[in-house]
């Protein structure tokens, strides 16, 4: 239905910023809401952002709140969290996801997912 590919990822320093980008081919985007998680080794996935499928509407976790933003270019099929002020505990690998009507922070509720882009974030 739906391919997701992550790029943007990379080593930074605490304090600098990344914008992360997510591209599908396949349906377009704008049949769905979208969605960033990410993942640290061992640690379950952890909802970060979404965004509404025509982008008027936009949910963080109270953990990026005012360091991060979602935003989605319909007509380019691309879906970006733009990420501020990092930190350490932002290290993770990150997700992009796709769903026709989910919940908005419960990954369960997603339908289709990326395979993810490391964010390392250095004191």
């Known amino acids: 239905q739906v391919q997701l590919v992550e790029s943007g990822g990379g080593l930074v320093q605490t304090g600098d910023s990344l914008r992360l980008s997510c591209a599908a081919s396949?349906?377009?985007?704008?049949?769905?809401?979208m969605g960033w998680f990410r993942q640290a080794p061992g640690k379950e996935r952890e909802f970060v952002a979404r965004?509404?499928?025509?982008?008027?509407?936009?949910s963080y976790a109270d953990s990026v709140k005012g360091r991060f933003t979602i935003s989605r270019d319909n007509a380019k099929n691309t879906v970006y969290l733009q990420m501020y002020s990092l930190k350490p505990e932002d290290t993770a690998v990150y997700y992009c996801?796709?769903?026709?009507?989910?919940?908005?922070?419960?990954?369960?509720?997603?339908?289709?997912w990326g395979r993810g882009t490391q964010v390392t974030v250095s004191s």
């Open positions: 996801a796709a769903g026709s009507s989910p919940y908005y922070s419960d990954y369960t509720q997603y339908d289709y």
């Open positions: 965004i509404s499928r025509s982008g008027g509407s936009t």
């Open positions: 396949g349906r377009t985007l704008n049949n769905y809401a």
